[in-house]
């Protein structure tokens, strides 16, 4: 059984969403689930399942970085039978075209990790990308429910302070915004045959240094969740 996560099997739903925030994990469950059950606590992970307009879902906080989702992806996956995994957490935005509090939903995941190669060897540069029928799902939900998106391609940095990387570049060949999870959560749904996609809010902006507090990151990012979960339900 999984080596992070306390939950028995059938407790954790086949539709799971992912912040890196536990307490945002915390904070999905108590607002738009109905009775919301915590199955872990397990280094403060907090994890809940509860149901969202009849159907199961559960919130697994994840943690900051590529090794960390990775971990809760896999047992997700392997110990627990997750069949689509949402990302939703926040991004830096790099493209002129978005801005602070909008919405983004990752068509794929470039990224500076070592782990294509670690998995494909020299040579290979795998593409991450989303799963296109939550992709769509997600994209029509938004606009059923009147929330702007953009969707485009991110970049998963391997490190938060960065300071070699051109990102000007990367915004030049379309990258519009950037934060630390989503090509590991791509490459090991594709591994493992099951869907996921990533669903992001603009927290801040790399370019004209437009930020957000650290208690709207945590609590204020409903339009994210609504997309993500209006998603799940109907793909």
């Given at each position: 059984?999984?080596?992070?996560?306390?939950?028995?099997?059938?407790?954790?739903?086949?539709?799971?969403?992912?912040?890196?925030?536990?307490?945002?994990?915390?904070?999905?469950?108590?607002?738009?689930?109905?009775?919301?059950?915590?199955?872990?606590?397990?280094?403060?992970?907090?994890?809940?399942?509860?149901?969202?307009?009849?159907?199961?879902?559960?919130?697994?906080?994840?943690?900051?970085?590529?090794?960390?989702?990775?971990?809760?992806?896999?047992?997700?996956?392997?110990?627990?039978?997750?069949?689509?995994?949402?990302?939703?957490?926040?991004?830096?935005?790099?493209?002129?075209?978005?801005?602070?509090?909008?919405?983004?939903?990752?068509?794929?995941?470039?990224?500076?990790?070592?782990?294509?190669?670690?998995?494909?060897?020299?040579?290979?540069?795998?593409?991450?990308?989303?799963?296109?029928?939550?992709?769509?799902?997600?994209?029509?939900?938004?606009?059923?429910?009147?929330?702007?998106?953009?969707?485009?391609?991110?970049?998963?940095?391997?490190?938060?302070?960065?300071?070699?990387?051109?990102?000007?570049?990367?915004?030049?060949?379309?990258?519009?915004?950037?934060?630390?999870?989503?090509?590991?959560?791509?490459?090991?749904?594709?591994?493992?045959?099951?869907?996921?996609?990533?669903?992001?809010?603009?927290?801040?902006?790399?370019?004209?240094?437009?930020?957000?507090?650290?208690?709207?990151?945590?609590?204020s990012f409903n339009d994210m969740i609504k997309v993500a979960l209006e998603a799940a339900i109907a793909e």
């Amino acid at each position: 059984m999984s080596n992070h996560l306390e939950a028995k099997m059938g407790d954790i739903a086949d539709t799971v969403l992912m912040p890196g925030d536990p307490l945002r994990a915390k904070y999905i469950a108590e607002t738009f689930l109905e009775n919301p059950v915590c199955y872990n606590k397990v280094r403060n992970a907090f994890g809940y399942t509860g149901t969202y307009k009849g159907h199961r879902i559960s919130v697994q906080g994840t943690g900051m970085g590529i090794p960390s989702i990775s971990i809760y992806a896999h047992e997700l996956i392997n110990d627990y039978g997750a069949k689509k995994l949402f990302r939703v957490g926040t991004a830096g935005g790099m493209s002129p075209d978005v801005h602070v509090r909008d919405v983004v939903l990752a068509q794929g995941s470039t990224t500076d990790s070592a782990i294509i190669h670690n998995v494909f060897g020299g040579g290979i540069y795998y593409a991450t990308l989303s799963d296109f029928g939550l992709l769509d799902a997600a994209y029509h939900a938004a606009k059923d429910m009147q929330i702007p998106v953009k969707v485009g391609n991110i970049l998963a940095e391997d490190r938060f302070y960065n300071d070699e990387m051109d990102r000007q570049k990367l915004v030049d060949y379309g990258v519009i915004a950037t934060e630390m999870e989503s090509a590991a959560l791509f490459l090991i749904a594709a591994k493992y045959h099951v869907k996921a996609l990533s669903v992001l809010t603009i927290s801040n902006h790399l370019v004209t240094g437009e930020s957000t507090s650290p208690e709207e990151r945590e609590t204020s990012f409903n339009d994210m969740i609504k997309v993500a979960l209006e998603a799940a339900i109907a793909e």
